[in-house]
Protein backbone atom coordinates (compact mmCIF):
# COMPACT_ATOMS: atom_id res chain seq x y z
CA UNK A 1 0.00 0.00 0.00
CA UNK A 2 1.18 3.34 -0.70
CA UNK A 3 0.96 6.16 1.75
CA UNK A 4 0.51 9.62 0.80
CA UNK A 5 0.55 12.01 3.98
CA UNK A 6 2.12 15.26 4.84
CA UNK A 7 1.24 16.71 1.72
CA UNK A 8 -0.97 18.04 -0.60
CA UNK A 9 1.37 17.60 -3.60
CA UNK A 10 0.45 14.50 -4.64
CA UNK A 11 -0.70 12.94 -7.97
CA UNK A 12 -1.85 9.27 -8.60
CA UNK A 13 -0.87 8.08 -12.28
CA UNK A 14 -3.10 5.00 -12.28
CA UNK A 15 -6.85 5.29 -12.61
CA UNK A 16 -8.51 4.68 -9.24
CA UNK A 17 -12.19 4.14 -7.66
CA UNK A 18 -12.13 6.83 -4.43
CA UNK A 19 -13.82 6.60 -1.41
CA UNK A 20 -13.61 10.03 1.14
CA UNK A 21 -14.24 9.89 4.68
CA UNK A 22 -13.34 9.38 8.47
CA UNK A 23 -12.76 5.90 8.65
CA UNK A 24 -12.60 5.62 11.86
CA UNK A 25 -13.39 2.47 13.71
CA UNK A 26 -13.62 0.66 9.92
CA UNK A 27 -17.05 -0.55 10.59
CA UNK A 28 -19.42 -2.68 8.46
CA UNK A 29 -20.97 0.28 6.56
CA UNK A 30 -17.22 1.16 5.52
CA UNK A 31 -16.61 -2.26 4.80
CA UNK A 32 -19.70 -2.33 2.33
CA UNK A 33 -18.11 0.84 0.79
CA UNK A 34 -15.06 -1.45 0.12
CA UNK A 35 -16.86 -4.08 -1.27
CA UNK A 36 -18.36 -2.15 -3.89
CA UNK A 37 -14.82 -0.43 -4.70
CA UNK A 38 -13.23 -3.79 -5.48
CA UNK A 39 -16.15 -4.66 -7.76
CA UNK A 40 -14.12 -1.82 -10.12
CA UNK A 41 -10.39 -3.60 -10.10
CA UNK A 42 -11.28 -5.83 -12.91
CA UNK A 43 -11.54 -2.74 -15.23
CA UNK A 44 -7.89 -1.96 -14.01
CA UNK A 45 -8.90 0.75 -11.43
CA UNK A 46 -6.76 1.13 -8.19
CA UNK A 47 -8.14 1.28 -5.01
CA UNK A 48 -8.13 4.59 -3.14
CA UNK A 49 -8.88 5.78 0.43
CA UNK A 50 -8.72 9.49 1.13
CA UNK A 51 -9.10 10.08 5.29
CA UNK A 52 -7.54 12.75 6.97
CA UNK A 53 -4.62 13.35 9.22
CA UNK A 54 -6.76 15.51 12.06
CA UNK A 55 -9.88 14.89 12.97
CA UNK A 56 -12.05 17.57 11.82
CA UNK A 57 -13.12 18.55 15.47
CA UNK A 58 -9.86 19.32 16.43
CA UNK A 59 -11.19 22.65 13.61
CA UNK A 60 -14.22 22.74 15.47
CA UNK A 61 -16.27 20.76 12.87
CA UNK A 62 -17.99 18.14 15.61
CA UNK A 63 -17.57 18.26 19.38
CA UNK A 64 -16.00 15.04 19.53
CA UNK A 65 -12.28 14.78 18.51
CA UNK A 66 -11.29 11.31 20.13
CA UNK A 67 -10.98 8.62 18.08
CA UNK A 68 -11.41 4.83 17.86
CA UNK A 69 -8.07 4.14 15.94
CA UNK A 70 -5.18 6.17 15.35
CA UNK A 71 -3.48 6.68 12.72
CA UNK A 72 -1.16 3.50 12.40
CA UNK A 73 -3.83 1.50 13.51
CA UNK A 74 -5.73 2.65 10.54
CA UNK A 75 -2.90 2.31 8.22
CA UNK A 76 -2.56 -1.12 9.18
CA UNK A 77 -5.91 -1.78 8.76
CA UNK A 78 -6.52 -0.45 5.19
CA UNK A 79 -3.09 -2.01 4.51
CA UNK A 80 -4.90 -6.07 5.35
CA UNK A 81 -7.90 -5.15 3.81
CA UNK A 82 -5.53 -4.37 0.47
CA UNK A 83 -6.28 -0.87 -0.62
CA UNK A 84 -3.53 0.16 -2.87
CA UNK A 85 -3.42 4.15 -1.74
CA UNK A 86 -3.92 5.41 0.87
CA UNK A 87 -3.77 9.08 1.83
CA UNK A 88 -3.77 11.10 4.91
CA UNK A 89 -4.76 14.37 3.61
CA UNK A 90 -3.84 17.61 5.68
CA UNK A 91 -6.32 18.80 7.38
CA UNK A 92 -5.98 22.71 8.64
CA UNK A 93 -7.29 25.61 8.52
CA UNK A 94 -6.01 26.39 5.02
CA UNK A 95 -6.86 23.09 3.47
CA UNK A 96 -10.13 22.67 5.32
CA UNK A 97 -11.15 26.07 3.33
CA UNK A 98 -11.22 24.81 0.07
CA UNK A 99 -14.64 24.81 -2.32
CA UNK A 100 -15.99 21.43 -2.42
CA UNK A 101 -16.41 21.81 -6.19
CA UNK A 102 -12.28 22.84 -6.60
CA UNK A 103 -12.00 19.49 -3.94
CA UNK A 104 -13.47 17.46 -7.03
CA UNK A 105 -11.76 19.46 -9.50
CA UNK A 106 -8.32 19.52 -8.43
CA UNK A 107 -7.93 16.34 -5.93
CA UNK A 108 -10.67 13.78 -6.95
CA UNK A 109 -10.47 14.46 -10.38
CA UNK A 110 -6.68 15.42 -11.25
CA UNK A 111 -4.66 14.48 -8.18
CA UNK A 112 -6.48 11.21 -7.53
CA UNK A 113 -7.60 10.53 -11.16
CA UNK A 114 -10.51 9.24 -9.94
CA UNK A 115 -12.91 7.20 -12.27
CA UNK A 116 -15.27 5.82 -9.91
CA UNK A 117 -16.23 7.61 -6.47
CA UNK A 118 -18.21 5.21 -4.00
CA UNK A 119 -19.59 7.45 -1.25
CA UNK A 120 -21.51 6.91 2.04
CA UNK A 121 -24.97 8.78 1.88
CA UNK A 122 -23.59 11.17 4.50
CA UNK A 123 -20.34 11.84 3.32
CA UNK A 124 -19.44 15.67 3.23
CA UNK A 125 -15.92 17.74 2.22
CA UNK A 126 -14.81 20.82 1.35
CA UNK A 127 -14.83 24.29 3.33
CA UNK A 128 -18.25 24.41 5.27
CA UNK A 129 -18.35 20.34 4.51
CA UNK A 130 -20.89 21.70 1.61
CA UNK A 131 -19.72 18.83 -0.48
CA UNK A 132 -22.04 15.73 -0.33
CA UNK A 133 -22.80 12.85 -2.01
CA UNK A 134 -25.54 14.50 -4.19
CA UNK A 135 -22.15 17.34 -4.94
CA UNK A 136 -20.15 14.16 -6.33
CA UNK A 137 -23.63 12.89 -8.65
CA UNK A 138 -23.73 15.88 -10.08
CA UNK A 139 -20.08 16.54 -11.33
CA UNK A 140 -19.96 12.85 -12.37
CA UNK A 141 -20.68 13.37 -15.77
CA UNK A 142 -19.13 16.52 -16.00
CA UNK A 143 -15.70 14.98 -15.38
CA UNK A 144 -16.41 11.79 -16.81
CA UNK A 145 -16.53 9.62 -13.33
CA UNK A 146 -19.03 7.25 -11.76
CA UNK A 147 -20.85 7.72 -8.52
CA UNK A 148 -22.46 5.08 -6.39
CA UNK A 149 -23.90 6.11 -3.14
CA UNK A 150 -23.74 3.91 -0.40
CA UNK A 151 -27.11 3.85 2.43
CA UNK A 152 -26.05 3.65 6.01
CA UNK A 153 -26.18 -0.31 7.35
CA UNK A 154 -27.98 -1.26 10.44
CA UNK A 155 -27.75 -2.78 13.44
CA UNK A 156 -31.72 -3.18 14.46
CA UNK A 157 -33.05 0.90 14.52
CA UNK A 158 -29.56 2.15 14.77
CA UNK A 159 -27.04 3.38 12.00
CA UNK A 160 -23.92 1.47 12.18
CA UNK A 161 -21.62 4.83 12.53
CA UNK A 162 -18.29 5.48 14.48
CA UNK A 163 -20.82 7.71 16.73
CA UNK A 164 -22.78 4.35 17.78
CA UNK A 165 -19.54 2.31 18.20
CA UNK A 166 -18.09 4.75 20.86
CA UNK A 167 -21.35 4.36 22.87
CA UNK A 168 -20.37 0.69 23.00
CA UNK A 169 -16.97 1.55 24.00
CA UNK A 170 -18.63 3.84 26.41
CA UNK A 171 -20.90 0.81 28.03
CA UNK A 172 -18.21 -1.62 28.20
CA UNK A 173 -19.88 -3.70 24.99
CA UNK A 174 -16.27 -4.54 23.19
CA UNK A 175 -18.50 -8.04 22.25
CA UNK A 176 -21.06 -6.35 20.07
CA UNK A 177 -18.01 -3.84 18.74
CA UNK A 178 -15.98 -6.57 17.18
CA UNK A 179 -19.38 -7.66 15.68
CA UNK A 180 -19.89 -4.32 14.06
CA UNK A 181 -16.52 -4.01 12.57
CA UNK A 182 -13.30 -5.87 10.53
CA UNK A 183 -11.34 -5.62 13.62
CA UNK A 184 -12.32 -5.62 17.54
CA UNK A 185 -10.96 -2.75 19.40
CA UNK A 186 -7.93 -2.66 19.86
CA UNK A 187 -4.40 -0.75 20.89
CA UNK A 188 -1.15 -0.99 19.06
CA UNK A 189 1.79 -0.01 20.29
CA UNK A 190 4.96 -0.93 23.02
CA UNK A 191 4.70 -2.17 26.35
CA UNK A 192 6.44 -0.23 28.29
CA UNK A 193 10.61 -2.04 29.05
CA UNK A 194 9.49 -3.04 32.78
CA UNK A 195 6.73 -4.89 33.47
CA UNK A 196 4.61 -4.76 36.57
CA UNK A 197 4.24 -7.10 39.05
CA UNK A 198 0.67 -7.35 40.66
CA UNK A 199 -0.57 -9.78 43.02
CA UNK A 200 2.47 -11.67 43.84
CA UNK A 201 3.67 -13.61 40.77
CA UNK A 202 1.88 -12.24 38.28
CA UNK A 203 3.56 -10.03 35.71
CA UNK A 204 1.23 -7.54 33.71
CA UNK A 205 2.84 -5.62 30.85
CA UNK A 206 1.68 -2.11 30.30
CA UNK A 207 0.79 -0.11 27.47
CA UNK A 208 0.64 3.64 27.03
CA UNK A 209 -2.39 4.78 24.81
CA UNK A 210 -2.27 7.91 23.12
CA UNK A 211 -4.38 11.73 24.12
CA UNK A 212 -6.89 11.54 21.92
CA UNK A 213 -7.81 7.64 21.73
CA UNK A 214 -10.89 6.75 23.06
CA UNK A 215 -10.59 3.82 25.88
CA UNK A 216 -13.52 1.80 26.78
CA UNK A 217 -15.07 2.20 30.29
CA UNK A 218 -13.05 1.43 32.80
CA UNK A 219 -12.31 -2.41 33.92
CA UNK A 220 -11.09 -5.86 33.23
CA UNK A 221 -11.60 -7.55 29.62
CA UNK A 222 -10.69 -10.82 28.04
CA UNK A 223 -8.27 -9.89 25.37
CA UNK A 224 -5.54 -11.59 22.81
CA UNK A 225 -2.24 -9.89 22.05
CA UNK A 226 -1.34 -9.82 18.57
CA UNK A 227 2.59 -10.56 18.44
CA UNK A 228 4.79 -11.28 15.42
CA UNK A 229 1.44 -12.60 13.89
CA UNK A 230 0.68 -15.15 16.56
CA UNK A 231 -2.29 -14.44 18.87
CA UNK A 232 -2.05 -15.19 22.56
CA UNK A 233 -5.02 -15.32 25.07
CA UNK A 234 -4.65 -12.78 27.71
CA UNK A 235 -6.78 -10.45 30.18
CA UNK A 236 -6.21 -6.46 30.49
CA UNK A 237 -7.65 -3.92 32.64
CA UNK A 238 -8.29 -0.64 31.43
CA UNK A 239 -7.50 2.63 33.49
CA UNK A 240 -8.50 5.83 31.85
CA UNK A 241 -7.09 7.91 35.03
CA UNK A 242 -3.35 6.70 33.70
CA UNK A 243 -4.14 6.16 29.87
CA UNK A 244 -3.07 2.56 30.21
CA UNK A 245 -3.48 -1.22 29.32
CA UNK A 246 -2.24 -3.42 31.76
CA UNK A 247 -2.32 -7.07 30.40
CA UNK A 248 -1.69 -10.19 32.05
CA UNK A 249 -0.48 -12.74 29.11
CA UNK A 250 -1.24 -16.49 30.45
CA UNK A 251 1.82 -18.70 28.90
CA UNK A 252 3.59 -15.39 28.65
CA UNK A 253 6.09 -14.31 25.30
CA UNK A 254 9.51 -14.25 25.88
CA UNK A 255 10.96 -10.38 24.17
CA UNK A 256 7.59 -9.56 23.78
CA UNK A 257 8.48 -6.36 25.78
CA UNK A 258 10.78 -5.31 22.93
CA UNK A 259 8.31 -5.20 20.35
CA UNK A 260 5.56 -4.15 18.45
CA UNK A 261 2.17 -5.58 19.80
CA UNK A 262 -1.80 -5.51 19.50
CA UNK A 263 -3.74 -5.71 22.47
CA UNK A 264 -7.31 -6.73 20.89
CA UNK A 265 -10.47 -6.44 23.63
CA UNK A 266 -12.36 -9.06 22.92
CA UNK A 267 -15.52 -9.36 26.13
CA UNK A 268 -15.60 -7.20 29.38
CA UNK A 269 -15.65 -9.60 32.55
CA UNK A 270 -16.22 -6.66 35.00
CA UNK A 271 -16.12 -3.18 36.05
CA UNK A 272 -12.83 -0.93 38.05
CA UNK A 273 -12.68 -1.96 41.50
CA UNK A 274 -10.98 -0.66 44.61
CA UNK A 275 -9.25 -2.88 47.59
CA UNK A 276 -8.29 -1.69 51.12
CA UNK A 277 -5.80 -4.19 51.22
CA UNK A 278 -3.47 -6.19 49.14
CA UNK A 279 -4.40 -9.66 49.79
CA UNK A 280 -8.21 -8.87 48.57
CA UNK A 281 -6.86 -7.53 45.41
CA UNK A 282 -4.31 -10.47 45.22
CA UNK A 283 -6.84 -12.68 45.69
CA UNK A 284 -9.09 -10.88 42.72
CA UNK A 285 -6.26 -10.77 40.20
CA UNK A 286 -5.67 -14.58 40.49
CA UNK A 287 -9.59 -15.32 40.82
CA UNK A 288 -9.64 -13.08 37.27
CA UNK A 289 -6.65 -15.05 35.62
CA UNK A 290 -8.60 -18.28 36.17
CA UNK A 291 -11.73 -17.24 34.98
CA UNK A 292 -9.80 -15.89 32.18
CA UNK A 293 -8.17 -19.08 31.07
CA UNK A 294 -11.45 -21.01 31.44
CA UNK A 295 -13.49 -17.90 29.11
CA UNK A 296 -10.63 -18.39 26.28
CA UNK A 297 -10.46 -22.03 26.42
CA UNK A 298 -14.44 -22.49 26.37
CA UNK A 299 -14.95 -19.54 23.66
CA UNK A 300 -14.15 -19.74 19.97
CA UNK A 301 -13.27 -15.53 19.84
CA UNK A 302 -13.83 -14.68 16.56
CA UNK A 303 -11.52 -11.68 16.70
CA UNK A 304 -11.47 -10.21 13.38
CA UNK A 305 -13.82 -9.34 10.46
CA UNK A 306 -12.71 -10.65 6.73
CA UNK A 307 -14.00 -8.85 3.17
Known amino acids: MDIITGTT ?16 GVHKGHIEIIKRMREYVSRGYKLCILTFDNPPASLGFGSDSNVILSNDEKRNIFSEIGIDYYIEFPFYEKTASIPAKHFIEEFIVDRMNAKAVIAGSDCSFGQGAEGNAQMLLDFGPLYDYEVEVIN ?5 K ?3 SSTY ?16 AYFPYY ?6 QDPISIGGKNVY ?3 DVPENKMLPVDGVYYSTVIYEDELYDA ?4 RDDTRVLETYIYD ?4 IERADVSIALLEFKHGEERFRKTADMNRKIKEDIFEGQKWHKEKVAVWKKKI
Do not use: Q, W
Not at 168 to 177: D, P
Open 235 to 238: ITNV
Open 252 to 255: GVRG
Open 9 to 24: EFRIPEETVVSIGKFD
Open 187 to 192: CHGRFK
Open 205 to 207: YVM
Open 158 to 160: KDI
Open 152 to 156: KVMDG
Open 165 to 180: LKELLASGNVRKFMNL
